[in-house]
T-cell receptor, first 119, second 110 residues
Framework: EAGVTQFPSHSVIEKGQTVTLRCDPISGHDNLYWYRRVMGKEIKFLLHFVKESKQDESGMPNNRFLAERTGGTYSTLKVQPAELEDSGVYFC?????????????????FGSGTRLTVV | GIQVEQSPPDLILQEGANSTLRCNFSDSVNNLQWFHQNPWGQLINLFYIPSGTKQNGRLSATTVATERYSLLYISSSQTTDSGVYFCAPHGSSNTGKLIFGQGTTLQVKP
């Protein structure tokens, strides 16, 4: 079974430009999460999709960030326009339905992250 | 929400040494995961451990949910163990999101 896939793995953009990050969750996982870690700080929750619906977007820092999950499969996270403080590693995670025994056993699976550098 | 505190914040070990990392959390949890962020930034799932003890090679973890803490043991440390170790409880409120601690940064010297 393929894991959670994120791309690009690295992105360097100039302040003011737009970047789109993509996450392909494990097939069949209803839940998809975005997290990020800015330099030296803790990993913080951004938002949670259940299928194509936004369940919780309380962690989105501002309206420069837009996440979508059309069709309930892959998700994109767009930053427009990017600012210097957006630099960090963006992680995506997925998990099956909470009632699923697999979730109770394995929890959340994270992708390898996208390292975003805004210069 | 849940408060998560990890200790120590930084740890330097000589290769071959053992260590114990601690994670305290402020509220009841359904489960808890330990992660290792390696020097390349990748976040690797180490353990998914609601209670009791699990072992995987040189690593083991123990969670005592009733006392709201979890421990990660690293034995015979190697330079490849370097990186940041995070614990992340799964809240009992069932919101789905993980709350991460600030991490323990481990450096293993050859």
């Amino acid at each position: 079974e393929a894991g959670v896939t994120q791309f690009p793995s690295h992105s360097v953009i100039e302040k003011g430009q737009t970047v789109t990050l993509r996450c392909d969750p494990i097939s069949g996982h209803d839940n998809l999460y975005w997290y990020r870690r800015v330099m030296g700080k803790e990993i913080k929750f951004l938002l949670h999709f259940v299928k194509e619906s936004k369940q919780d977007e309380s962690g989105m820092p501002n309206n420069r960030f837009l996440a979508e999950r059309t069709g309930g499969t892959y998700s994109t996270l767009k930053v427009q326009p990017a600012e210097l403080e957006d630099s960090g590693v963006y992680f995506c995670a997925s998990s099956p339905h909470k009632g699923d025994s697999i979730h109770r056993r394995y929890g959340y699976t994270f992708g390898s992250g996208t390292r975003l550098t805004v210069v | 929400g849940i408060q998560v505190e990890q200790s120590p914040p930084d740890l330097i070990l000589q290769e071959g040494a053992n260590s114990t990392l601690r994670c305290n959390f402020s509220d009841s949890v359904n489960n808890l995961q330990w992660f290792h962020q390696n020097p390349w930034g990748q976040l690797i799932n180490l353990f998914y451990i609601p209670s009791g003890t699990k072992q995987n090679g040189r690593l083991s973890a123990t969670t005592v949910a009733t006392e709201r803490y979890s421990l990660l043991y690293i034995s015979s440390s190697q330079t490849t163990d370097s990186g940041v170790y995070f614990c992340a409880p799964h809240g009992s409120s069932n919101t789905g999101k993980l709350i991460f601690g600030q991490g323990t940064t481990l450096q293993v010297k050859p």
